[in-house]
């Protein structure tokens, strides 16, 4: 298997040489050529490597599962309006949470307080009552009592 791989390098790398080597020829061949000839050369070499068809090695990148359970995929074309809005969309649902629980935390803390300032509204206390600092506790008690008998 080495042995193979090592043969498969060395043809890439001969072919790579055989390559620039061509490139060059043609480089040296071409600045005889004249502007006009040189410009259709160039556009007639951006048709060709356009019209390629993709490598192997691209096509086959389509969706894979790696050796220690990862997924890739293509590489990301950068964000389109989707993309955003669903990344969007849990931090969207997230501050709606948060704001509906401070909403009701809120409703509750008023009711309890409403709830206090009845009760001491309707029972008859002498003044020094108000001015306990446990007096608060107590009419927490008694109205979640009531509340229970209710």
């Known amino acids: ?16 040489l055989w390559g620039q080597t061509l490139a060059y020829q043609l480089d040296i061949a071409s600045m005889d050529l004249g502007h006009d000839i040189g410009e259709r050369l160039r556009v007639a070499r951006q048709t060709a490597l356009s019209s390629r068809p993709m490598p192997k090695k691209m096509l086959r990148h389509s969706l ?52 206090l300032d009845s009760a001491l509204l309707l029972d008859e206390l002498p003044p020094d009552a108000y001015t306990d600092p446990g007096f608060v506790q107590f009419l927490k008690i008694q109205i979640h009592q009531d509340t229970r008998h209710d």
């Open 64 to 115: 894979a599962v790696q050796a220690n359970g990862t997924l890739s995929a293509q590489p990301d074309e950068g964000l389109n309006l989707w993309r955003i809005l669903v990344s969007v969309l849990p931090l969207l649902a997230l501050v709606t949470g948060l704001m509906l629980l401070q909403a009701l935390q809120q409703d509750m803390s008023e009711s309890d307080i409403a709830l």
């Open 1 to 16: 298997m080495k042995k193979s791989q090592t043969h498969t390098t060395a043809l890439t790398a001969e072919m790579d």
